[in-house]
């Protein structure tokens, strides 16, 4: 089906309570994988929002790595701006934008680090370039020139010629453990639906909001 008419079959049937389901992770698997079966460009890109503790916010473009009951986890350097403010207010927000679906997904929750084991896991199935580039990169520190990135990435080249790259120690994933969900489906009118999910000592709440 073209996307078009997705998009019009979406909007059309809305988000009803009745159709959602209890659990908002299975709520997110659907939305996803219709997502990718529509074939759109980097459909596990999304926006991270992290705050540092006295509320300087800020926000940019990583990649969905994997999500399941537990979380949903990305990975980066632990060197960067957002590592950092990760590590000091251990909480983020999370937004799925599918314009071409008239669709978008918010999450919010706390973070922590994946283990090791996963961080590796993850890491060995980077291409080698990538996984370089983690090395040749101190993430969002001010460098010279981009001279200084190339001849690093040369000099790693050469180190780890005919060899495995390793995992660098300032590398590794966070998880996000979502406490609030909200679906959001562009409607005709502007009359838009938002059902919001949030996580109660007995269980998920499920409530719509108005548009």
């Not at 993850?122 to 990135?149: D, K």
Request: charged share 25%.
């Amino acid at each position: 089906m073209e996307l078009a008419d997705l998009r019009k079959e979406y909007t059309q049937q809305g988000l009803h309570e009745t159709e959602a389901d209890d659990d908002p992770v299975e709520q997110f698997r659907r939305w996803f994988e219709q997502a990718v079966s529509a074939q759109l460009p980097e459909p596990n890109a999304m926006t991270l929002a992290t705050c540092t503790p006295d509320g300087r916010p800020s926000a940019r473009i990583v990649l969905l790595k994997g999500y399941n009951g537990n979380g949903f986890t990305f990975f980066t350097s632990y060197e960067g701006r957002k590592a950092k403010e990760l590590d000091s207010n251990p909480r983020a927000a999370l937004v799925f934008y599918w314009p071409e679906l008239e669709r978008q997904i918010r999450i919010e929750g706390n973070i922590e680090r994946t283990s090791s084991e996963e961080s590796d896991a993850y890491f060995a199935t980077r291409p080698r370039n990538s996984q370089l580039g983690a090395w040749a990169s101190s993430q969002s520190s001010v460098v010279a020139s981009r001279e200084v990135l190339e001849r690093r990435w040369a000099e790693l080249q050469a180190r780890y010629a005919n060899q495995p790259v390793p995992r660098p120690p300032h590398w590794g994933g966070y998880r996000l453990i979502p406490t609030v969900f909200e679906f959001w489906q562009g409607r005709p009118s502007r009359l838009h639906d938002r059902l919001r999910y949030r996580r109660s000592p007995t269980g998920w709440v499920r409530e719509r909001l108005s548009p």
